[in-house]
């Protein structure tokens, strides 16, 4: 029994989203079918396709510690592709994680997601893929892991003991917006495979709102997916809705810009939604109590007056103040929407420093809303800064402004240089450009 556990726990732990990264989109313009809209929801194709590739063709290599998994093409291709499936085969695919030969499917697939999709939705994608993806003949690359590790059944045990194989049930408790709110969020938007920790079995602690846990912020290669409940500080609790709305339709607001693994989503899903569901997500979102309480964040200014008085030669301020401030200003508070503030930020006062360390070695991936390029990225140090350096900038932000977050080590720093290193041998993943 123990045995049988640990293989389970070996086949299954992978790290999430693989290599991907921001895949600009020439065809900018509005969904033309419901299919269309479903498959932007579901973010299809930001697994489905390499970047310069053809859409939805697969071939996108995702990380694991036990070798590399590939994406799979999902063009209507009879040979390459899933020309042959039927709609029973793709529901099976999409919602159970099983291919038309019967073998499971890694969860890299979000499918204990797209199980809360309802029949109609199924359908709609089905016969998007089917009458309007032209079929691309291109081979699945083999799986990297070894022979000894690539059993899928362990597989089968997971599925039986970690997903819930339902369709989402409309609770009437709330109104119609929560509702479709919940269900974009669960189901297609699969925004918990990302920010809902896992457990030691890789399994998500909780697939709706029912567990504390859900959405309640977790480590994802080399960034942190954070909290996107009412936490006060270190979650959304401060973003109106008004925020939020327009971080998702713009990767941009006054609080933030996005980066890191959520350029995907806003690159190639959340702007082509319709202002409605993206309405209902915020009215879900908001919904979710904070985990903890939380101080709320009050901005001070003694950070700012100690940068202008003492004018610093050395040390973490002068870092700020020679590599930083220019963008980020000697208050801290950015210049918005275009350069973020770093004061009162969550990303800032996450108690995970990955995504500022990530963020700060490496820059920032291209941000493409709807055909258009944002022209403000954050450049890397990766070259110019060392690792004590780089923590104590860190800590610097994380410190000033009344932040108020624990100081980073080098060692930390140290570790996801050599993770996030194309040249090195121990990369979790190659989404830097
Ligand atoms: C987070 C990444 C990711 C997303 C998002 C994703 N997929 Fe997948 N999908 C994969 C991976 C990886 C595989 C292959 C898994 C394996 O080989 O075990 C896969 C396999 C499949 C298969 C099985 C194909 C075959 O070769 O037999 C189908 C069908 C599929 N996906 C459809 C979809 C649809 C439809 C969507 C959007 C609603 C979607 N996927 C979104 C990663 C993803
Ligand atoms: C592929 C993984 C992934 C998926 C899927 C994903 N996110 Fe994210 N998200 C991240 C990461 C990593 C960050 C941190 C970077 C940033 O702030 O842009 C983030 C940041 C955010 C933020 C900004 C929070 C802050 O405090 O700055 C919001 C809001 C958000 N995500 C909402 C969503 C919603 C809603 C969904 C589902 C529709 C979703 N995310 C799906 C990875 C993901
Ligand atoms: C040339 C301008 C520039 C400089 C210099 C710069 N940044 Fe940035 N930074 C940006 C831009 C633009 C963004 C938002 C877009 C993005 O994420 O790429 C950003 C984003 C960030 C974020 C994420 C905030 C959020 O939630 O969106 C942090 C943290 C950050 N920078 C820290 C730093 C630190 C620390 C330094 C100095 C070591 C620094 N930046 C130097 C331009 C700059």
């Known amino acids: 029994m123990i045995k049988s556990h640990k293989a389970v726990l070996v086949a299954l732990s992978f790290s999430l989203i693989g290599a991907v990264s921001a895949r600009a989109d020439a065809t900018a313009a509005s969904p033309a079918s419901r299919?269309?809209?479903?498959?932007?929801?579901?973010?299809?194709?930001?697994?489905?396709s390499v970047p310069g590739g053809k859409a939805f063709a697969g071939g996108l290599k995702m990380g694991s510690p036990l070798g590399a998994i590939y994406s799979t093409n999902i063009t209507p291709d009879r040979e390459t592709g899933i020309g042959d499936y039927t709609l029973e085969d793709f529901d099976r695919a999409v919602r159970r994680g099983i291919a038309k030969d019967g073998h499971?499917?890694?969860?890299?697939?979000?499918?204990?997601?797209?199980?809360?999709?309802?029949?109609?939705?199924?359908?709609?994608?089905?016969?998007?893929?089917?009458?309007?993806?032209p079929p691309a003949h291109q081979p699945n690359p083999k799986n990297e892991i070894?022979?000894?590790?690539?059993?899928?059944?362990?597989?089968?045990?997971?599925?039986?003991?970690?997903?819930?194989?339902?369709?989402?049930?409309?609770?009437?408790d709330h109104d119609a917006a929560w509702n479709r709110g919940a269900y974009l969020v669960q189901a297609l938007g699969h925004c918990g495979a990302c920010h809902t920790p896992r457990g030691l079995t890789w399994q998500e602690k909780a697939l709706d709102e029912g567990g504390a846990?859900?959405?309640?912020?977790?480590?994802l290669d080399g960034w942190s997916a954070p909290n996107l409940r009412g936490n006060l500080r270190t979650g959304l609790g401060q973003w109106t809705e008004a925020d939020l709305i327009a971080f998702l339709k713009s990767g941009h607001n006054r609080d933030g810009t996005v980066f890191g693994s959520m350029i995907d989503v806003v690159n190639n899903s959340t702007p082509y939604l319709t202002d409605d569901d993206i309405a209902a997500i915020v009215v879900y979102l908001k919904s979710l109590p904070a985990t903890t309480a939380e101080p709320a964040y009050a901005y001070d200014n003694g950070t700012t007056e100690a940068l202008r008085d003492k004018?610093?030669?050395?040390?973490?301020?002068?870092?700020?103040?020679?590599?930083?401030?220019?963008?980020?200003?000697?208050?801290?508070?950015?210049?918005?929407?275009?350069?973020?503030?770093?004061?009162?930020?969550?990303?800032?006062?996450?108690?995970?420093?990955?995504?500022?360390?990530?963020?700060?070695?490496n820059g920032s991936t291209p941000l493409v809303v709807k055909g258009s390029p944002d022209a403000y990225r954050m450049p890397q140090f990766r070259i110019e800064l060392t690792d004590a350096q780089i923590a104590d900038v860190v800590?610097?932000?994380?410190?000033?402004?009344?932040?108020?977050?624990?100081?980073?080590?080098?060692?930390?720093?140290?570790?996801?240089?050599?993770t996030t290193d194309p040249t090195s041998d121990r990369v979790i993943i190659l989404k830097m450009r």
């Open 395 to 418: 800590s610097f932000i994380r410190a000033g402004w009344s932040n108020d977050a624990t100081p980073v080590g080098a060692a930390q720093v140290s570790e996801l240089r050599k």
């Open 311 to 361: 004018q610093p030669s050395q040390g973490a301020a002068a870092l700020y103040v020679g590599r930083c401030a220019v963008c980020h200003g000697t208050d801290g508070k950015g210049f918005s929407p275009y350069l973020p503030p770093l004061a009162g930020n969550p990303t800032v006062l996450d108690s995970d420093p990955s995504s500022l360390i990530n963020l700060v070695l």
């Open 35 to 48: 299919g269309e809209y479903l498959a932007r929801a579901g973010d299809c194709v930001a697994c489905h």
């Open 213 to 219: 846990a859900y959405l309640s912020g977790a480590p």
């Open 104 to 133: 499971h499917l890694y969860p890299a697939m979000p499918y204990p997601s797209y199980a809360k999709l309802t029949d109609e939705d199924v359908r709609a994608l089905y016969d998007f893929f089917m009458k309007e993806v």
């Open 146 to 172: 070894p022979w000894f590790l690539g059993f899928r059944w362990p597989l089968a045990v997971w599925n039986l003991l970690f997903t819930n194989s339902a369709s989402y049930v409309v609770k009437p």
